[in-house]
T-cell receptor, first 115, second 114 residues
Framework: DAMVIQNPRYQVTQFGKPVTLSCSQT?????MYWYQQKSSQAPKLLFH???????NEADTPDNFQSRRPNTSFCFLDIRSPGLGDAAMYLC??????????????FGQGTRLTVV | GDSVTQMEGPVTLSEEAFLTINCTYT??????LFWYVQYPGEGLQLLLK?????DKGSNKGFEATYRKETTSFHLEKGSVQVSDSAVYFC?????????????FGKGTLLTVNP
């Protein structure tokens, strides 16, 4: 089945140690999103790619970066994780352009713990 | 800017009870509206959607009607099951302004007891 896959499902990292989360998709969607969801809160958009164009939300900390080497893969890099970065990270895709009112398809998420 | 307001949870029901979760929105353009469901420890799954006024989205016994006059998209189900226990998020994607992203409500936790 076509889908959005995130790895790993659970990630534990040390305070200040760089960590990378990955997302792959078989839907061939040209838009990919990264959301951060803290406990009992709504998902918050960090950034998105439209093809190779990167779009950062204004309030996304510089500590968060992303790479999209090809259509299928997208990575979230946290350069120096703090305790406040512990959250569920959700990858999503949609058929673009981003302004098209199509639904987003989400992966199962990566739960990040910072120790 | 765009915003979504959902009824505060948690909501606890007995099996076969009627469910309503209220959702209202503000948007600068002509949004599409969505309900997503999140089961424990999982990502979000699309439950249903509506793209224009008076459209009704439906799936798995859940329904929601896009009401432009009241800017609402309330989720209903006639008879809930234990397996419906999850967090439900109302969301919109606008045609103007920030038209590239989903804006979510805070979510409503539903627990269905046998």
């Amino acid at each position: 089945d076509a889908m959005v896959i995130q790895n790993p499902r659970y990630q534990v990292t040390q305070f200040g140690k760089p960590v990378t989360l990955s997302c792959s998709q078989t839907l061939n969607h040209n838009v990919m999103y990264w959301y951060q969801q803290k406990s009992s809160q709504a998902p918050k958009l960090l950034f998105h790619y439209y093809d190779k164009d990167f779009n950062n939300e204004a309030d996304t900390p510089d500590n968060f970066q992303s790479r999209r080497p090809n259509t299928s893969f997208c990575f979230l890099d946290i350069r120096s994780p703090g305790l406040g970065d512990a959250a569920m990270y959700l990858c999503a895709t949609s058929r673009g352009p981003p302004s098209l009112n199509t639904e987003a398809f989400f992966g199962q998420g990566t739960r990040l713990t910072v120790v | 800017g765009d915003s979504v307001t959902q009824m505060e949870g948690p909501v606890t029901l007995s099996e076969e009870a009627f469910l309503t979760i209220n959702c209202t929105y503000t948007a600068t353009g002509y949004p599409s509206l969505f309900w997503y469901v999140q089961y424990p420890g999982e990502g979000l799954q699309l439950l249903l959607k509506a793209t224009k006024a008076d459209d009704k989205g439906s799936n798995k016994g859940f329904e929601a009607t896009y009401r432009k006059e009241t800017t609402s998209f309330h989720l209903e189900k006639g008879s809930v099951q234990v397996s419906d226990s999850a967090v439900y998020f109302c969301a919109l994607k606008d045609s103007g302004g920030s038209n590239y992203k989903l804006t979510f409500g805070k979510g409503t936790l539903l627990t269905v007891n046998p």
